[in-house]
C-alpha cells in the first residue's frame, strides 16, 4: 500500500474522534442535510482516489453475499450455488454469507477485482458514504475509517463542514 494511503489510515482516529465531538451539530442536521454533506464530501473525495491504488477494503474485509449476489456469481463461474458456496464462502457470526479467506479470492495482484462486473451488492456501494440516510449507518462508516482512507478524507470534508456550522 502506498505510504499516503497508510497515512490516512493512521489519522483514522483522530478523525473518528472529531467526529464524535461534533455529535451535538450533526444530530441538528435534517436527514436531507447530513446526505447532502456526505455526498459532497464523497464526490470531491473520490474525483481524486483511485480505489486501485488501495484495495485495502478488498484485502481486509469480507462483504456479505447475498442470494442475487450468489446467484449471479454461480452463473458467471458456471457453477451450481451450492458448489460455489462450497468452495468460496462460509457463514460469519449473524448467519451471513462471506469469502472465507481475506483477500478476495478475486482480487487480482493489480488490485483489479476479477468480478467487477458480477461483484456483489456490497462492493458496488462500499464504503456507502454517498447513500441516503447516511445518518442510520454512521457506525459502519466510522468503522470504515479503519479500512478505507476515503472515508478518512470524507470524515474530515464532513467535520470542516460541521466547524462552520453556529
Given at each position: 500500500?502506498?505510504?499516503?494511503?497508510?497515512?490516512?489510515?493512521?489519522?483514522?482516529?483522530?478523525?473518528?474522534?472529531?467526529?464524535?465531538?461534533?455529535?451535538?451539530?450533526?444530530?441538528?442536521?435534517?436527514?436531507?442535510?447530513?446526505?447532502?454533506?456526505?455526498?459532497?464530501?464523497?464526490?470531491?473525495?473520490?474525483?481524486?482516489?483511485?480505489?486501485?491504488?488501495?484495495?485495502?477494503?478488498?484485502?481486509?474485509?469480507?462483504?456479505?453475499?447475498?442470494?442475487?449476489?450468489?446467484?449471479?456469481?454461480?452463473?458467471?463461474?458456471?457453477?451450481?450455488?451450492?458448489?460455489?458456496?462450497?468452495?468460496?464462502?462460509?457463514?460469519?457470526?449473524?448467519?451471513?454469507?462471506?469469502?472465507?479467506?481475506?483477500?478476495?479470492?478475486?482480487?487480482?495482484?493489480?488490485?483489479?477485482?476479477?468480478?467487477?462486473?458480477?461483484?456483489?451488492?456490497?462492493?458496488?456501494?462500499?464504503?456507502?458514504?454517498?447513500?441516503?440516510?447516511?445518518?442510520?449507518?454512521?457506525?459502519?462508516?466510522?468503522?470504515?475509517?479503519?479500512?478505507?482512507?476515503?472515508?478518512?478524507?470524507?470524515?474530515?470534508?464532513?467535520n470542516e463542514s460541521l466547524n462552520l456550522i453556529k
Open positions: 500500500m502506498k505510504s499516503h494511503l497508510l497515512q490516512y489510515l493512521a489519522k483514522a482516529g483522530a478523525a473518528r474522534k472529531q467526529f464524535k465531538k461534533l455529535d451535538k451539530k450533526w444530530n441538528k442536521l435534517s436527514r436531507d442535510e447530513s446526505d447532502n454533506l456526505f455526498l459532497e464530501a464523497h464526490e470531491e473525495v473520490f474525483a481524486k482516489v483511485d480505489c486501485l491504488d488501495c484495495a485495502n477494503c478488498c484485502k481486509t474485509t469480507s462483504p456479505i453475499v447475498r442470494d442475487e449476489d450468489l446467484e449471479l456469481l454461480a452463473r458467471n463461474f458456471k457453477m451450481k450455488p451450492g458448489d460455489f458456496i462450497k468452495r468460496y464462502l462460509r457463514l460469519d457470526e449473524d448467519s451471513d454469507f462471506v469469502f472465507t479467506t481475506a483477500p478476495c479470492p478475486f482480487l487480482g495482484d493489480d488490485n483489479k477485482c476479477k468480478v467487477y462486473d458480477f461483484r456483489p451488492k456490497a462492493c458496488r456501494e462500499y464504503p456507502h458514504t454517498d447513500r441516503k440516510h447516511i445518518k442510520q449507518i454512521m457506525n459502519l462508516t466510522l468503522t470504515n475509517t479503519t479500512v478505507c482512507p476515503a472515508v478518512v478524507q470524507i470524515l474530515e470534508r464532513v
